[in-house]
């Protein structure tokens, strides 16, 4: 498709101009002198059509219930036991059946009549009742009755009348009663379910009724009939005879709204159609698209809606999987369309004598982030298949020249001017080809620097830009792996990075993204990647927490230069010192990153290859925070003693190696003999380090009650295997358990005590 080429599949759809509160009536004189164009029923008054008394073959009451008495006396006179002699022949026997049968005949009679006269009575109260609360209640009856299996015949002989009166109620216009004329187009749908072998006829007549009617609010409830009817039929192919027809009819509808509300309530029925019979949808799945993807085109439209087109497409994945050759065709066109636009925005940058013809950036720009967005959305629309992985035409050299081609259109428009809409457009369309491809050469230096640079513009745009430019950051980061470059890592976690600074942004979505940048960062199989990222992180940490004690009081800074914190500092974060409440969320923040790290089963990398160690880390190096620091700043002890809770319990409090010999098993591999051997005394560490809290007096309440239920769940694992029995004896537990019973004598008055901080 191209731009330039107004004679494309799509040049028609997207120049729609939709009104977006065309809810108000459109009166037309001469509509009350236009016959009913479905040729079904006659224009009726409501009077005439809740006129029960009125039948063609004689009336509904007295007379009819004269003439069913009539009929059982006959029956009861020749069914008289003074008839019934013992030499009865059999022929008097098959009277005695055909009496019996003609009896039935005669109940069903009754039984149709007594359906027709409810029937008829609620379609009149339905009509004429003016309490709108008894007219709901009347409307559900009468879908209840629709739904009675046993009422076909009498619905059937009644459809004209039915559709009649609910053809009224939806064309009521008064807004008080929207809920009753949703009902009723609900109420049509279920008719024409029921109904299956009418379907046709109930089908074409609300197709009908759609194109002669001129209020768009009308218009709606048809379609909701419609939409109705397809549900609740289901996939039981009830309308596999018409189905082709209510598609194109559907298709045609689509093809000429102009407002949002009739186009979702369209899409709606298409989207059922797709589902329950993919076959017949399949035959105008190019033109379904054409016409979405025109809406989603239209930067004019509210983005609420783009963003429902984009969901609807995608949830066609079955049909642009089964025609790759359409969707890669598409995506080509879209591709040419955003360099033919690139091209006029260079010229313009350049400051060229242009062609009067060439738009203006303000023209320009918006319909290239309208391109953006819709290549974005057929990529995931094509889904798993689009992937080099599973073979052309999705092939390497395929992805890696369209993100190349793509990048470099998002280049050339920020040169020309910022536009955040582009950027954040052009975030997510990379992001959702580079999840396609590992990048190398030339490429992941191209993705690397697009990451960098857009990051520098998270300062001065928004949210969703933000959070695009992070998920990008992450992606980039997952797959490019092991080839990031620590230089790379250096840049992100540097102390000026703007990465470090959204870790602020006032919208949690941010920070979450924020998170999952170092999550990303620190789960890289690189060792020397991962270690400098690492150190970068415990280098701030420790920055933060020097900061945090400097803010003491003299009398509570008891800060040694040789405690085991300054043993993490880092010379990026050297000459930093940071606010305290700043400080507080860095080391809290840090921390819940290390998880990705040390809640990782078993993992090489936490337990053995860092140094230090996340259990060393948090055991020892940071013991700093257990001292004059808990009390002013008990969050970060609890922090501190979550984390390490945490890892403990994923590797079940390390009970099991601490029975390990100190001599290395045969049975074990190198590797996993010293990680062994590395964590023998885990178990005790924590033994001595939860006995040494517990006791403590001044203790943050949130943090007792974590350190009570890790010392409980730490006894319940001892118990259940008699292997731990020899832990019992060890100096460390005969500390915790003394310590455990010190608390309990004492824990009345701790309760009595009040805390310092409060």
């Known amino acids: 498709m191209s731009r330039k080429a107004p004679g494309s599949r799509l040049s028609g759809a997207h120049r729609l101009q939709p009104h977006w509160n065309d809810w108000q009536p459109r009166s037309s004189p001469l509509r009350a002198l236009c016959p009913r164009p479905d040729g079904l029923d006659p224009a009726v008054s409501s009077d005439a059509c809740a006129a029960p008394d009125k039948r063609e073959d004689g009336g509904y009451g007295a007379g009819y219930a004269g003439d069913t008495t009539a009929d059982w006396k006959s029956l009861g006179q020749e069914l008289r036991p003074n008839d019934v002699t013992p030499d009865s022949t059999p022929f008097q026997h098959g009277s005695r059946a055909l009496a019996t049968k003609d009896m039935r005949k005669s109940q069903d009679r009754a039984m149709a009549h007594s359906d027709e006269a409810r029937l008829s009575n609620l379609l009149r109260r339905v009509s004429r009742e003016d309490d709108r609360d008894r007219r709901l209640a009347t409307l559900k009856q009468l879908k209840d009755f629709i739904s009675h299996s046993e009422s076909k015949t009498t619905l059937g002989k009644q459809l004209d009348n039915i559709l009649s009166t609910l053809n009224d109620i939806l064309n009521e216009s008064s807004k008080l009663l929207w809920e009753l004329r949703q009902d009723a187009a609900s109420c049509l749908g279920l008719l024409c379910t029921v109904l299956s072998y009418e379907a046709e006829r109930i089908f074409k007549w609300l197709f009908v009724k759609f194109s002669s009617s001129t209020r768009d609010e009308v218009r709606l409830l048809y379609l909701v009939a419609v939409q109705r009817a397809l549900e609740a039929a289901g996939e039981r192919k009830a309308f596999s005879h018409v189905m082709q027809m209510v598609m194109n009819n559907l298709q045609s509808i689509l093809e000429n709204v102009d407002t949002p509300e009739l186009l979702c309530q369209s899409v709606r029925c298409i989207l059922q159609v797709a589902r329950c019979y993919p076959h017949v949808f399949s035959t105008n799945f190019r033109d379904t698209v054409d016409i979405l993807v025109g809406w989603h085109i239209d930067h004019t439209q509210r983005q609420s809606l783009t963003q429902q087109v984009s969901s609807w497409l995608q949830s066609l994945e079955q049909f642009w999987v089964a025609d790759l050759t359409f969707s890669t065709t598409l995506l080509g066109q879209f591709l040419e369309d955003m360099e033919a636009y690139a091209e006029d925005l260079s010229h313009v940058g350049s400051m060229e004598v242009v062609d009067e013809d060439i738009p203006p950036p303000s023209v320009s720009l918006p319909k290239l982030a309208a391109l953006l967005r819709v290549f974005s959305s ?271 319990t994923r590797h079940d409090h390390f009970i099991s190696s601490s029975l390990s010999s100190s001599s290395p098993s045969l049975f074990d591999g190198a590797v996993i003999s010293t990680v062994t051997t590395a964590t023998k005394k885990h178990f005790s560490t924590v033994l001595n380090l939860l006995g040494a809290l517990l006791v403590k007096e001044h203790l943050y309440a949130e943090s007792r009650r974590l350190l009570l239920t890790w010392a409980q769940e730490v006894c319940v694992l001892m118990r259940k295997c008699d292997t731990y029995s020899p832990l019992f004896s060890l100096p460390s537990f005969t500390r915790f358990l003394h310590m455990c019973y010190h608390l309990c004598v004492s824990f009345k008055q701790l309760q009595d005590q009040p805390l310092i901080w409060e």
């Open 378 to 648: 057929v990529v995931r629309s094509i889904g798993e298949r689009f992937t080099p992985a599973r073979g052309p035409p999705i092939t390497e050299a395929y992805v890696t020249d369209v993100l190349t081609r793509v990048l470099a259109c998002v280049r050339t428009a920020k040169q020309v001017q910022f536009c955040e809409s582009v950027l954040t457009a052009g975030n997510e369309c990379v992001g959702v080809l580079l999840a396609s491809v590992e990048p190398c050469g030339s490429l992941m230096d191209a993705v690397l620097a697009y990451g960098l640079d857009q990051l520098s513009c998270c300062r001065t745009c928004g949210s969703d830009f933000n959070l695009t430019v992070l998920s990008l950051l992450t992606l980039i980061v997952e797959q490019v792996n092991t080839k990031l470059p620590a230089s790379y890592v250096e840049k992100l976690l540097a102390p000026d990075s703007l990465l470090l600074e959204l870790r602020f942004h006032r919208e949690n979505e941010v920070m979450s993204a924020v998170h999952g940048v170092y999550q990303a960062l620190l789960s890289l199989k690189n060792i020397p990647t991962l270690e400098a990222a690492y150190k970068l992180v415990l280098g701030e940490m420790a920055c933060a927490l020097c900061s945090l004690q400097s803010s003491l009081e003299p009398a509570y800074n008891t800060l040694n230069p040789d405690s085991p914190a300054q043993n993490l500092h880092h010379p990026a974060f050297s000459s930093l010192s940071l606010p305290p409440e700043k400080a507080q969320f860095t080391v809290i923040f840090n921390l819940s990153t290390l998880t990705t790290i040390g809640n990782t089963k078993n993992s090489l990398i936490g337990m053995w290859a860092l140094s230090p160690t996340v259990f060393a880390l948090l055991s020892h190096d940071l013991l700093l925070v257990h001292s004059e620091l808990a009390v002013f700043y008990p969050a970060v002890q609890y922090a501190v003693l979550y984390t390490l809770y945490s890892h403990c």
